[in-house]
């Protein structure tokens, strides 16, 4: 059926291509459409308006038939819908739609696929996952291009400290219904539940290290981020010093790893004493080994797992004295003697261990004299020592001690007994003893240090007059003991006849040394001249 249009059918149809207007739009859900009616060959309104008559350009209309681009009411119309690979387009086919009514179309991509383009009509509207037709009032096509997603990270290392801790990653998808999660590569030290569609920022959790450095990596929409830990390796030593003796020898020290996968590498600070070749992972045992030490002390260091040990070797000085040692008198003076070392740079520096009376300034290094100077001694013989390097040189001075005695000797009575006197020390110090140098009548057992006195026993004397000594602290004490001489004679009065005669009396000593002399108390008639020593006869 041919239908003429009339001026006032032109103004109507006019009117609702104004209304809907050429082109592509989109409803309040944002659901594209397209005009279905549209004035082909008509581009001048003026010129559409005053056409009384069909021209050459205009169409009939029939329905049903979309080659017209329109139809009249009451038809139904044809939306043919399909699908490229990778995707799914609901419904699809050729799709029945009433004339006037609505209708929707969802697009679905596969895993990892998005709807790139959907044309419509031959017109390409873009990257929609729903279309829909207002008002249809013609045929219609519709068809979707799938594209595979793509993905882009924002740097692909991440570098991270011992420590570990959180990090963040930007991911940049190819469209916003891309779907991506994060993915660890398994390693238990890294974790992560990152998940998104589209542009989107992921997050991933790196616990600390205990061990060596490590790599693993954290997988996005096909992209990797390398993930670097540092090492946390940690070393423990013990102990963490030795004090080594001068001669050489073989040690060792135990060092604890914070994990058995740590590394360790012994180095000696000092290779020309001490030597390590010590290396190994986890805990062990470093073994090392030091050379003599013939000069002074030392120390060093063996460097491990960036930990110190320290070693430090006593003095291998030795000193050699010329003259071995030294006998001073009791007086003030001055001497030296020669010490020298078993190297270069031992220290000759010297003290002593009796600054009371030895003093010495010996300094320098390696070989040299020593000088010293001694106090006068007023006491006992001593000794005492200059020290180098813990070496002992020893001094002995005589002894100075001086005793007096007060008094310097005495007068004994013949009948003897117990006496005594002083002795003075030049000092305190000073021992002294006495000894009688008379043992068979005088008598002492004296001693002492120091001031004092001195006792002493005398026997009796029975003969003439006589002398003694006692000594003490080498001085001599003088005795004088009075004469001790007793007489006895046979008859004191004898009777004797008026006639001249001649007459004798015998005479007892107590010491066969005694003498004795007869004299006459009465000259003129008793006349005697005999003398004698011990026992005798008077006549």
């Not at 459409?33 to 008509?42: D, K």
């Not at 040990?309 to 003030?332: K, R, Y």
């Amino acid at each position: 059926m041919k239908i003429k249009y009339s001026r006032l059918c032109r103004v109507l149809l006019f009117s609702l291509f104004i209304f809907s207007g050429p082109g592509t739009h989109a409803d309040a859900e944002g659901v594209y459409f397209r005009p279905i009616i549209s004035v082909e060959g008509r581009e001048d309104l003026n010129s559409f308006l005053a056409a009384d008559e069909p021209s050459a350009g205009s169409r009939n209309i029939v329905p049903g038939d979309d080659k017209n681009g329109a139809s009249l009411p009451g038809s139904a119309h044809e939306i043919n819908s399909s699908a490229g690979p990778h995707g799914s387009i609901s419904p699809a086919g050729i799709v029945t739609v009433s004339h006037g009514a609505d209708r929707t179309f969802v697009i679905t991509p596969e895993a990892d696929f998005y709807a790139a383009d959907v044309i419509v009509d031959g017109s390409h509207v873009g990257p929609l996952t729903v279309y829909k037709f207002s008002g249809v009032t013609g045929n219609h096509t519709i068809s979707v291009i799938f594209a595979p997603c793509s993905y882009s990270l924002v740097g692909n290392k991440q570098d991270v400290g011992a420590s570990g801790g959180n990090f963040n990653f930007d991911i940049t998808a190819s469209n916003i219904s891309c779907a991506w999660s994060a993915e660890s590569d398994k390693r238990t030290w890294i974790s992560t539940a990152s998940s998104g569609t589209g542009n989107g920022t992921g997050s991933f959790t790196v616990s600390a290290n205990p061990g060596p450095a490590r790599s693993g990596s954290v997988t996005v929409g096909g992209k990797s981020i390398a993930v670097n830990q540092a090492s946390g390796c940690s070393f423990e030593l013990s102990p963490v010093s030795h004090i080594v003796p001068a001669a050489s020898g073989s040690h060792n020290f135990i060092i604890t790893a914070s994990d058995g996968g740590c590394a360790w590498t012994a180095t000696s600070n000092s290779p020309s004493w001490i030597t390590t070749s010590g290396s190994g992972t986890g805990n062990g045992t470093i073994d090392y080994t030091v050379r003599a030490n013939t000069g002074p002390e030392r120390s060093s260091s063996i460097s491990v797992g960036g930990r110190t040990f320290s070693v430090n070797q006593s003095s291998g000085c030795v000193f050699t004295f010329d003259p071995a040692s030294s006998d001073v008198g009791t007086e003030a003076g001055y001497y030296g003697f020669a010490a020298n070392a078993s190297d270069s740079s031992c220290s000759r520096a010297a003290t002593t261990d009796s600054p009371s009376w030895i003093s010495t300034s010996g300094r320098g290094t390696g070989n040299g004299t020593v000088g010293y100077s001694v106090s006068a001694n007023i006491g006992p013989a001593r000794t005492g020592s200059i020290i180098i390097n813990g070496q002992a040189f020893t001094v002995r001075q005589a002894s100075g001690c001086t005793f007096s005695l007060t008094p310097a000797g005495d007068s004994i009575p013949a009948m003897g007994g117990d006496f005594g006197f002083s002795i003075i020390a030049s000092d305190k110090g000073c021992a002294w003893s006495a000894k009688s140098n008379e043992p068979t009548w005088i008598a002492t057992t004296s001693s002492g240090t120091g001031n004092g006195t001195v006792k002493y026993a005398v026997a009796a004397n029975s003969g003439l007059t006589r002398i003694g000594s006692l000594t003490a602290g080498g001085e001599k004490f003088i005795l004088s003991q009075g004469n001790g001489c007793r007489y006895k004679l046979s008859q004191t009065s004898p009777e004797v006849g008026p006639a001249a005669g001649s007459y004798s009396v015998a005479i007892s000593v107590s010491d066969g040394a005694c003498p004795w002399t007869a004299t006459s108390n009465n000259p003129s008639w008793i006349t005697t001249t005999d003398s004698g020593n011990g026992d005798g006869i008077v006549n």
